[in-house]
């Protein structure tokens, strides 16, 4: 199983571009996520996905786009980059289950690193 | 509300002392805590997790963490350190009867290893 898997590992654009981050799973999981990761402040969630089909926002979704049109599949996109989405952007997905036995044990992929200028 | 802290931003051992990163939670609920770690340039990979059975969690690479209800912490530790053991480290918190979306991160922790 390759896991989680992000296109691409790199990006540079400039401001006003816009681009779109591939995440792709082979684990059958219902869940998808697309974090943030910035200096000091850990991973902070952008969008989520509880199934195929459906999305919904995190604590950071300004600026960004989701779409979960094949269950394996989650795409972020940023319709226009500005230099404060320069960031390393990290996939993940998980299980689910009935609640209480959802432990949200989340499987990540190596992230993108996307900058802005 | 959950939320999670990392009390340290940064630690160093020296090779072969133990190691303690320190993790402290607040939850409305009984939590799901984790523990994950974070190599340069890498993807976050799980340590250990606890989910409401054995309170001592035993994860890889010799990492242990005690979740200790009285004092809301989750403290990761490990008696004797590698240079290999050199990354970041994310405290979790999550509710098991929430949404996909409540899964707090920690801020992170730098552990460096001194030969």
């Known amino acids: 199983n390759a896991g989680v898997t992000q296109t691409p590992k790199f990006r540079v654009l400039k401001t006003g571009q816009s681009m779109t981050l591939l995440c792709a799973q082979d684990?059958?999981?219902?869940?998808m996520y697309w974090y943030r990761q910035d200096p000091g402040m850990g991973l902070r969630l952008i969008h989520y996905?509880?199934?195929?089909?459906?999305?919904a926002k995190g604590e950071v979704p300004d600026g960004y786009n989701v779409s979960r049109l094949k269950k394996q599949n989650f795409l972020l996109g940023l319709e226009s980059a500005a230099p404060s989405q320069t960031s390393v952007y990290f996939c993940?997905?998980?299980?689910?289950?009935?609640?209480?036995?959802?432990?949200?044990?989340?499987?990540f992929g190596p992230g993108t690193r996307l900058t802005v200028t | 509300a959950q939320s999670v802290t990392q009390l340290d931003s940064h630690v160093s051992v020296s090779e072969g002392t133990p190691v303690l990163l320190r993790c402290n939670y607040s939850?409305?609920?009984?939590?799901?805590l984790f523990w994950y770690v974070q190599h340069p340039n890498k993807g976050l990979q799980l340590l250990l997790k606890?989910?409401?059975?054995?309170?001592l969690v035993k994860g890889i690479n010799g990492f242990e963490a005690e979740f200790k209800k009285s004092e809301t912490s989750f403290h990761l530790t490990k008696p004797s350190a590698h240079m290999s053991d050199a990354a970041e480290y994310f405290c979790?918190?999550?509710?098991?009867?929430?949404?996909?979306?409540?899964?707090?991160f920690g801020s992170g922790t730098r552990l460096s290893i001194r030969p």
């Open positions: 979790v918190v999550t509710d098991p009867y929430s949404s996909a979306s409540k899964i707090i």
């Open positions: 606890y989910t409401s059975a054995a309170t």
């Open positions: 684990m059958n999981h219902e869940y």
């Open positions: 996905s509880v199934g195929e089909g459906t999305t």
């Open positions: 939850s409305s609920y009984s939590p799901s």
């Open positions: 993940a997905s998980s299980y689910s289950g009935p609640p209480g036995t959802d432990f949200k044990e989340q499987y």
